[in-house]
């Protein structure tokens, strides 16, 4: 009897819980948890060219650069150009001292002409001795001794001509001119300093054009060639601008295994600072008929990437092809159709005949 009772005890236990989890308990009136509806929001999908890319992170280059030094030493008695200022190829930036070498240039050519007039006695007297070793009238030692002479003032001349070049060389660089046209961007010499040769004395930048260096990884090297087009964005400046391809490296970093690729851009207005950072987008062709989503909506799975369209209410799992991302946004070849409203928001939790509420 005792047996009994207690099996009935624990069969009206099991009834009482079944209804409470069934029936009217607590819960009662509320849809399994896998009922509800998700909600998600929605991209219409549309055919459209995709442009292929490859974005880096760059740095900004002047076109040109050079430090302009002195090719002599002398004393800066006028100083043309400041920092910031513009100047054309040739223009003159500074003025050095020239009394000296003018003075050595004005020494050589006198002593030119002393050694040609030295030279033309020679040349007369070895030709007279040319004439009279001829008839025997005198011996080989004053012919040779007259083709000495000759030979030596031939030198002399040549020695000075080197000396007078020399001279007027260093005249001409007392006035400095600029390399190409360019910005001054340092002044490193006031009037009254002595420079030595060597010393630096401006830093002339041309950023008509700016560079942009950046490295690519080494798996995409097939896709980058000379002339590519190329867009440049600093994220200080609220412009795009676009150049292309000029260098490619021929080796790759055995450390970050990537390669250096150049790219050349026109900077007319200077709006572009060399040493800034910039994002790179080489374009590297165009996919045609393909679907731009947006990345959250790709599903990562086993087998490969997966979007949820949402068909009748539910959702409907898709197997796609990702050619590659860009932007916050994922590139689609193949698995979805024209029009279909594949899940955006909300994709990351659903599994497959899942119900939705649509948010547009």
């Not at 007319?268 to 393909?290: C, M, S």
């Not at 490969?304 to 050619?323: P, Q």
């Amino acid at each position: 009897m005792r047996r009994f009772n207690r099996f009935f005890s624990i069969l009206a236990a099991s009834v009482l819980l079944s209804a409470c989890g069934n029936g009217d308990g607590g819960d009662s009136g509320k849809p399994p948890q896998a009922e509800r509806p998700h909600n998600v929001t929605i991209w219409t999908a549309r055919k459209e060219n995709v442009t292929q890319k490859i974005s880096l992170v760059g740095t900004l280059e002047p076109e040109e650069e050079v430090m302009v030094a002195s090719s002599v030493a002398a004393k800066a008695i006028s100083v043309l150009k400041d920092e910031g200022d513009f100047v054309r190829k040739d223009e003159e930036l500074l003025l050095l001292d020239s009394g000296e070498f003018t003075r050595k240039v004005e020494k050589s050519r006198a002593d030119l002409n002393r050694a040609r007039a030295e030279l033309d006695f020679a040349e007369n007297d070895f030709k007279r001795k040319v004439e009279l070793l001829k008839e025997d009238l005198i011996s080989k030692d004053d012919y040779e001794n007259s083709l000495s002479r000759r030979d030596s003032a031939k030198a002399t001349v040549e020695s000075i001509k080197a000396a007078l070049n020399l001279a007027t060389l260093d005249l001409a660089h007392t006035r400095v001119p600029a390399p190409f046209p360019g910005r001054i961007a340092e002044r490193y010499v006031s009037v009254g300093s002595y420079v030595k040769e060597g010393d630096r004395l401006f830093r002339l930048m041309d950023v008509s054009n700016v560079k942009v260096s950046a490295e690519v990884p080494e798996g995409r090297a097939g896709e980058v060639r000379e002339g590519q087009s190329v867009l440049i964005r600093v994220s200080s400046i609220d412009f795009e601008f676009s150049g292309s391809v000029y260098f490619i490296s021929p080796d790759v970093d055995k450390d970050t295994r990537t390669f250096r690729i150049k790219a050349r851009v026109k900077n007319e207005r200077e709006i572009l600072k060399p040493g800034l950072f910039a994002n790179v987008e080489i374009v590297t062709g165009v996919l045609k008929d393909a679907y731009l989503v947006p990345e959250n909506a790709i599903v990562p799975g086993q087998d490969g990437f997966f979007v949820y369209v949402a068909l009748n209410g539910a959702a409907s799992m898709r197997k796609v092809s990702v050619a590659e991302r860009q932007d916050g946004s994922a590139v689609i070849t193949s698995g979805i159709n024209e029009g279909d409203a594949v899940v955006a928001d909300g994709a990351q939790g659903l599994a497959e005949g899942a119900k939705l509420n649509v948010r547009q």
